[in-house]
C-alpha cells in the first residue's frame, strides 16, 4: 500500500534502542525507511540496528545524548552525512527518576525531568526542521503519554513533563504547518517495556490497572509502532497537532 510505504525516507528515532522506540524503529524500518537509531550508549544502539539489517532493513546507529545540544548537531549531521535527507523524526527519548508525591521531588529531579522529557524533544526538533523545511516537509513524532492527559499516581512529575510536550506538539504543528511539516503525538498507556515496569509488575499497581483497561491486557511495543508508522507515512497527510491515545481503552473508563 503506497500510502504506508516509508521507500526512500530517512528516519530518525531518539531512544531506539529498547522497547517502544526500537518496536517503531523496526516498524519503519520494514515499510522501507532508513532508520537512524539514537541512544546514549553506541552498544545498546547498533545491537538494534543489527537486528534492522538482520531483518533486511536499512539502518544507522548513533550515539548521542539528547540533553546536549552539540551530541544533537552530531547526530543529526551524521545522519546527513550518511543519507543526505531527514524526513521523519521520532522523539521517543524519555525518563522518569522520580516515583512518589510530587512534593518530594527535588529539584534535580525535576531539571533531569523537563530537560529530557521536554527540551530534548525541542533541541531535536530544532536540528532537524531546517532541513525538512529544504526538502518541502516533513513528519515529527512525540512521544507523550496518558499520563500527560491525566494526573498520574505517584508520577506527578512525569505527567507535567508530558503535558508540556504535548502543547509542544501543537505549539509546532501550527507553527510548521505552512512548511508541509506534520507534528502529532502519541499518548501510551501502560506498555510492557523496562521503563515502565514498576506499574505492570508490581501486583498491587497491575491488578487495578487492568480492572479500568477495556481490552483487559497491558501494551506492547508492537502496540504503538503501528500509529507511528501510519503518522510517520503519507497516510497521514493531512492530520497534525493530534494526540493519539494507545492504552487499551483505559482513558476511556477513568472516571466512570
Do not use: C
Amino acid at each position: 500500500m503506497d500510502e504506508f510505504s516509508l521507500q526512500g525516507k530517512v528516519a530518525i528515532v531518539t531512544g531506539g534502542s529498547r522497547g517502544i522506540g526500537r518496536a517503531v524503529a523496526e516498524r519503519l524500518a520494514r515499510a522501507g525507511a532508513r532508520v537512524v537509531v539514537s541512544s546514549r550508549k553506541l552498544e545498546n544502539a547498533e545491537e538494534a540496528a543489527q537486528a534492522i539489517q538482520a531483518a533486511g532493513g536499512e539502518a544507522l546507529a548513533i550515539a548521542a545524548h539528547v540533553g546536549y545540544t552539540d551530541q544533537v548537531e552530531a547526530l543529526v549531521a551524521r545522519t546527513l552525512e550518511t543519507y543526505g535527507r531527514i524526513d521523519i523524526l521520532v522523539n521517543n527519548a524519555a525518563t522518569n527518576p522520580h516515583f512518589g508525591p510530587i512534593l518530594t521531588a527535588d529539584e534535580g529531579q525535576w531539571d533531569k525531568i523537563l530537560d529530557t522529557n521536554v527540551k530534548s524533544a525541542f533541541r531535536v526538533t530544532q536540528a532537524v526542521v531546517p532541513h525538512m523545511q529544504a526538502q518541502g516537509g516533513g513528519k515529527i513524532i512525540n512521544m507523550a503519554s496518558v499520563a500527560g492527559l491525566r494526573p498520574s499516581p505517584l508520577m506527578g512529575v512525569y505527567s507535567v513533563s508530558k503535558a508540556a510536550l504535548i502543547m509542544l506538539t501543537q505549539v509546532l504543528a501550527v507553527e510548521l504547518a505552512p512548511h508541509n511539516i506534520q507534528v502529532n503525538a502519541i499518548a501510551p498507556g501502560v506498555i510492557k517495556t523496562r521503563f515502565s515496569q514498576v506499574l505492570w509488575q508490581t501486583p498491587q499497581i497491575a491488578e487495578p490497572i487492568l480492572q479500568r483497561t477495556p481490552l483487559g491486557r497491558f501494551g506492547e511495543p508492537e502496540d504503538v509502532a503501528g500509529l507511528a508508522l501510519f503518522l510517520a507515512s503519507p497516510a497521514s497527510d493531512y492530520i497534525t497537532g493530534a494526540v493519539f491515545v494507545v492504552d487499551g481503552g483505559m482513558n476511556v473508563t477513568s472516571g466512570v
